[in-house]
């Protein structure tokens, strides 16, 4: 079942608006709630399931304005809390005996969660469970800006039930900062920037005598493939295929040679034919 349901969406320029809207929006009685999600579970009701997201928007503001610290918007944190909301929602079972506030809890960290770790740097910063683990819970663990000491760096690792050295690359990524692979607008920039420190492929010692090996055999077996062509043939190619300039059309060969352009054209494609496989056999 899709969800496809209306519901005001925050922007950045009117997101004190839509808070207060969202505020504004009754909370549902637990009656009222087993209710509506009866009526969705069982007959598909898009209307009950609106109801179900939009009496609970309120505590996806709540959740994103934990999530301010990451420098992402505010607005786009609270619309991806709200995809997890309705996820939440279509997944919710009123006969637990468990309200949807609490399910839905974890349904929106989880989208704020990928959210935040997909865009918090242009390179992933957290992958694996550990990782996502730490990325969440080391800077409010840390009790100031300094680099974690030794015994620090133990007693997060305990606590959370990750390795110590997981504790220090974290650390090392959440301090580290985005660097440009090119340079800005000025030209020392352009010296220093790491691009400038990337290895080219065509530039290794091999690779250029290679190239330099396989130019010189395509050039002397050009000429060889030439040379084995008779009178005619070869002068057809050079002046359809070699010479600088406009190439010579078929129909101004035809008329030098007092034949057709057919016969140009089949006589250019056999010595052509004959050239391709001397070439093949040097390369």
Known sequence: MSLALSYPVPSAGSIDQYIQS????????????????????????????????MSHLRLVVAIARGYLGYGLPHADLIQEGNIGLMKAVKRFDPTRGVRLVSFAMHWIKAEIH?????????VKIATTKAQRKLFFNLRGMKQDTATLQPAEVRSIA??????????????????????????????????????????????????????????RLQDSGLRDALASLDE?????????????????????????????AERIRQIEAKAMQKMRGMLAAVV
Request: charged share 35%.
């Open 22 to 53: 969202v505020n504004r929006i009754p909370m549902l009685t637990e009656q009222e709630e087993v209710s509506l999600a009866t009526r969705l579970r069982e007959e598909g009701d898009v209307d009950a399931a609106r109801q179900l997201v």
């Open 114 to 122: 990928e959210y935040i770790v997909k865009n918090w740097r242009l």
């Open 158 to 215: 305990a606590r959370l039930g990750v390795k110590p050295e997981e504790v220090v690359e974290m650390e090392t990524r959440l301090t580290g900062r985005d660097i440009p692979l090119e340079g800005g607008n000025d030209d020392e920039d352009e010296r220093f920037a790491p691009v400038a420190y990337l290895p080219d492929p065509h530039a290794e010692p091999s690779e250029v005598l290679e190239q330099t090996q396989l130019a």
């Open 232 to 260: 005619r043939s070869r002068r057809i190619v050079e002046r359809r295929w070699l010479t600088e300039g406009d190439a010579a059309t078929l129909h101004e060969l035809a008329a030098e040679y007092g034949v057709s």
